[in-house]
């Protein structure tokens, strides 16, 4: 089956709600068990000889950080699949993620500020990595006002594929910019040429949580489309219920 | 496991995570029952789909 065959039969939403009915169970067990091995590698970790224990605040901080820009490409994507291929799923898929991508932004933006009070003395300096993903928390904010605030849901998916497109702009200067500008903010540590600079101690707990916040996200995105697409029957047949009440 | 003298910082943090991680959960279950409760009570005032399929199955 090619990947146009499997989008098209996914544009059903019948279909896709079949599928997240039969998927959703496997991955709540396989994000269960990966976050409980995350955890537990995390909490055998050894302290870092700068850190401390305080480095176990970063398997929870980076993994959210990451996220946090993942989900606005998957909306960014959507945003083209709503503007460009008019895929019926694309504006739900995009509107059911920007609240957990917000959430997501909001524990980076919190654990990262929990880690620097001790390592840096503040818990926070508007350098340019932190005042980013701080913009980058507004426009997910932004887009729900926007999503709630237009009623009818075609015109209000055009403007929020527009602006999320927009906003994309924001993630090269989220990644580059501990290297553009002096940041408190250290480098890159994992994704990097040359290869990660942490320890395998560090490295594997923080890739299992990291695999296991990815699998969280997948796992509570299809979730929230399974309730958009009910929500949008839900919409439709009470246009039907008004139209025959006025009949 | 001794978290040191910044021990508080890091319980917070986990805490905090747990805190929101549960609250997207039971927020998208809440709603997942709030939507097929609206589906049902309008399928039994008589108002369903063209298909004539139910709008509140999902399997």
Redesign the interface.
């Known amino acids: 089956m090619t990947l146009t065959t499997t989008l098209t039969d996914l544009a059903n939403p019948?279909r896709f709600?079949?599928l997240?009915?039969r998927v959703l169970p496997w991955l709540t067990a396989a994000t269960a068990i990966l976050l409980a091995i995350g955890l537990y590698q995390s909490?055998?970790a050894p302290?870092d000889y700068q850190q401390?224990?305080?480095v176990?605040?970063m398997f929870?901080?980076v993994p959210?950080a990451w996220l946090s820009m993942f989900v606005w490409s998957v909306m960014s994507v959507a945003a083209l699949g709503t503007l460009v291929w008019r895929h019926p799923l694309a504006d739900v898929a995009a509107k059911a993620a920007a609240?957990?991508g917000a959430?997501f932004t909001?524990?980076a933006l919190?654990?990262g500020s929990?880690?620097g009070?001790?390592m840096w003395g503040t818990y926070w300096e508007w350098d340019a990595r932190l005042t980013s993903v701080l913009i980058l928390f507004l426009m997910y904010l932004g887009l729900m006002a926007l999503w709630r605030a237009v009623e009818d849901p075609s015109r209000a998916a055009r403007a929020a594929a527009v602006l999320t497109l927009v906003g994309a702009i924001n993630l090269p200067i989220i990644k580059f910019s501990v290297d553009w500008w002096n940041t408190l903010h250290q480098p890159a540590s994992v994704f990097r040429m040359g290869g990660p600079t942490l320890d395998r101690s560090f490295l594997i707990p923080l890739l299992v949580m990291a695999v296991a916040f990815s699998l969280?996200f997948v796992t509570?995105h299809l979730?929230?489309m399974?309730?958009e697409i009910?929500?949008r029957?839900?919409r439709?047949?009470?246009m039907?219920?008004a139209s025959?009440q006025a009949a | 496991?001794?978290?040191?003298?910044?021990?508080s910082?890091?319980v917070?943090?986990?805490l905090?995570?747990t805190a929101?991680?549960l609250?997207?959960?039971v927020w998208?279950?809440l709603?997942?029952r709030r939507?097929?409760r609206?589906?049902r009570e309008?399928?039994a005032?008589g108002?369903?789909?063209r298909s004539g399929?139910s709008?509140?199955d999902?399997?």
């Open positions: 019948t709600l079949s997240t009915a909490a055998l302290d401390g224990a305080t176990k605040i929870i901080h959210n609240p957990i959430a909001f524990l919190v654990t929990l880690w009070r001790p969280l509570l979730a929230a399974r309730n009910l929500r029957r839900v439709s047949l009470q039907m219920q025959r | 496991m001794s978290l040191g003298p910044y021990a910082f890091i917070t943090s986990y905090l995570v929101v991680v609250f997207l959960i998208i279950a709603d997942y939507q097929t609206r589906l309008l399928e005032s108002i369903v789909r399929r709008a509140a999902t399997r």
